[in-house]
Nanobody
Framework: QVQLVESGGGSVQAGDSLRISCVVSGRTFGRYAMGWFRQAPGKEREFVASISESGSVIYYADSMKDRFTISRDSAKNIVYLQMNSLNHEDTAVYYC?????????????????WGQGTQVTVSS
């Protein structure tokens, strides 16, 4: 059983930075491609970023690629999302996801395991 637990969310001011984390347990972390998604109130869940099993292939949503950075520490079984220059539109629940594929991407269907989410609230 694979478990994903997100942390690091909270309330920040516009312009602030925040780093959220996702700890993966249950199986060998290094075998998964990982992704971050988010869901704002009243909206569909959307892709944020993904990182391959090796860490060499990274994708970002176009609207976030200049402000967000995804990374992974395979020794600690953690994937991070560094978010800079946050604005009110970044307010959402952020979900971590793991895929059995070596490279994942933007499509939710390729992810097999999901965390419960962490709330990020950005005040104007």
């Amino acid at each position: 059983q694979v478990q994903l637990v997100e942390s690091g969310g909270g309330s920040v001011q516009a312009g602030d930075s925040l780093r959220i984390s996702c700890v993966v347990s249950g199986r060998t972390f290094g075998r998964y491609a990982m992704g971050w998604f988010r869901q704002a109130p009243g909206k569909e869940r959307e892709f944020v970023a993904s990182i391959s099993e090796s860490g060499s292939v990274i994708y970002y949503a176009d609207s976030m690629k200049d402000r967000f950075t995804i990374s992974r520490d395979s020794a600690k079984n953690i994937v991070y999302l560094q978010m800079n220059s946050l604005n009110h539109e970044d307010t959402a629940v952020y979900y971590c996801a793991a895929s059995d594929h070596s490279v994942s991407g933007r499509t939710e269907e390729v992810y097999h395991y999901w965390g419960q989410g962490t709330q990020v609230t950005v005040s104007s």
